[in-house]
């Protein structure tokens, strides 16, 4: 059974920085790909970003420009989303969740698992 499990959301002032992760089990595939979504209050669940496991990245809406980066550790089935210079808009649930493709997608509906999201509050 697929289980990821999302830790490191935290309360910071702006300007801050996160790094959150993402503990992916159960896969039995040689190929997946994980997204990083968010959800503000009132707001529909949008894309981030996703990391396939041959490390291809991908950002969306803007969230290259920098503040954004995701990563992850294969060996340790670990996907990561760092954030830097955090901005009160950024408070969201970040939620991971995986696919059982080699390649990524910005749709909520092409991911077969979601972890139980981590929340970000960012102070101004």
């Known amino acids: 059974q697929v289980q990821l499990v999302e830790s490191g959301g935290d309360v910071v002032h702006t300007g801050g920085s996160l790094r959150l992760s993402c503990a992916v089990s159960?896969?039995?595939?040689?190929?997946?790909?994980i997204g990083w979504f968010r959800q503000a209050p009132g707001k529909e669940r949008e894309e981030v970003s996703c990391?396939?496991?041959?490390?291809?990245?991908?950002y969306w809406k803007g969230f290259g420009q920098g503040r954004f980066s995701v990563s992850r550790d294969n060996a340790k089935n670990i996907v990561y989303l760092q954030i830097n210079n955090l901005k009160p808009e950024d408070t969201a649930v970040y939620y991971c969740?995986?696919?059982?493709?080699?390649?990524?997608?910005?749709?909520?509906?092409?991911?077969?698992?979601w972890g139980q999201g981590t929340q970000v509050t960012v102070s101004s």
């Open positions: 969740a995986a696919r059982d493709s080699e390649f990524c997608s910005a749709s909520v509906y092409s991911y077969d698992y």
């Open positions: 159960g896969f039995t595939n040689d190929y997946d790909a």
């Open positions: 990391i396939t496991r041959r490390m291809q990245q991908t």
